[in-house]
């Protein structure tokens, strides 16, 4: 899956556990509805601005798991918050954040509340301190453990976002498919970085 693709040079997407509804509430959304055309008002809300807050776009995409989509990184972007993502992983679990702008492809991840680092989804190189079990993983699929390291096995044969992707499926156990982002949606406007 090829989210650059999909969506361009300004996109990201979180995984996270628990149903939509409630991920969408911990990533600052305060009202969450049904939003049939979530994609479609995402465009327009880039195209005639926004206003006030990102609107965010939450679907479930595995037993225990949630996707949430952002389109408007102007105000940073709300699931790579290390806050949001701290709270998303809080209590044993595990959230990813993997977002692209014009000038960067990375992935972020937490377990169990705090935030191991991030990983160039270009390079495949990762940053962070101490990735424990999560690095074990990560080099399992073919990111370096080295600064000075290059991808190998699976990773090295993607494209920087279909490196995100598998970083995020490592991570979180969830593949991400096309028809994921085709909803039912879940919307909410968050002013979290606003």
């Given at each position: 899956m090829?989210?650059?693709?999909?969506?361009?040079?300004?996109w990201c997407v979180?995984l996270?556990?628990?149903?939509a509804a409630?991920?969408?509430?911990?990533?600052?959304?305060?009202?969450?509805g049904?939003m049939?055309n979530?994609?479609e008002?995402?465009?327009?809300?880039?195209?005639?601005?926004g206003?006030?807050?990102?609107?965010?776009?939450?679907?479930e995409?595995a037993?225990?798991?949630?996707?949430?989509?952002?389109?408007?990184?102007?105000?940073g972007?709300?699931?790579?918050?290390?806050?949001v993502?701290?709270?998303?992983s809080g209590?044993?679990r595990?959230a990813?954040?993997?977002?692209?702008?014009?000038?960067?492809l990375v992935?972020h991840?937490a377990?169990?509340?705090?935030v191991?680092?991030w990983?160039?989804?270009?390079?495949?190189?990762?940053f962070?301190?101490d990735?424990?079990?999560a690095?074990?993983?990560?080099?399992a699929?073919?990111?370096?453990d080295t600064?000075a390291?290059?991808?190998?096995?699976e990773?090295?044969a993607?494209?920087?976002s279909?490196?995100?992707?598998l970083a995020?499926?490592e991570m979180?156990g969830?593949?991400?498919?096309?028809d994921?982002?085709?909803?039912p949606w879940l919307?909410g406007?968050?002013?979290?970085?606003a």
């Amino acid at each position: 899956m090829d989210l650059t693709e999909l969506f361009g040079e300004a996109w990201c997407v979180t995984l996270a556990p628990g149903d939509a509804a409630g991920v969408l509430k911990r990533m600052g959304a305060a009202t969450v509805g049904v939003m049939p055309n979530g994609l479609e008002r995402a465009t327009e809300r880039l195209v005639q601005g926004g206003g006030r807050g990102v609107l965010l776009l939450g679907c479930e995409v595995a037993a225990g798991w949630s996707l949430v989509v952002e389109l408007e990184g102007t105000t940073g972007w709300v699931g790579a918050s290390q806050d949001v993502l701290a709270a998303l992983s809080g209590g044993g679990r595990s959230a990813v954040c993997a977002y692209e702008d014009p000038n960067q492809l990375v992935v972020h991840f937490a377990v169990d509340g705090a935030v191991l680092g991030w990983l160039d989804a270009v390079t495949g190189r990762r940053f962070g301190d101490d990735f424990g079990a999560a690095g074990e993983v990560l080099t399992a699929a073919g990111f370096p453990d080295t600064a000075a390291g290059e991808p190998s096995g699976e990773a090295a044969a993607l494209e920087p976002s279909e490196r995100a992707v598998l970083a995020l499926r490592e991570m979180t156990g969830v593949q991400l498919e096309e028809d994921h982002f085709h909803g039912p949606w879940l919307g909410g406007i968050s002013v979290t970085g606003a």
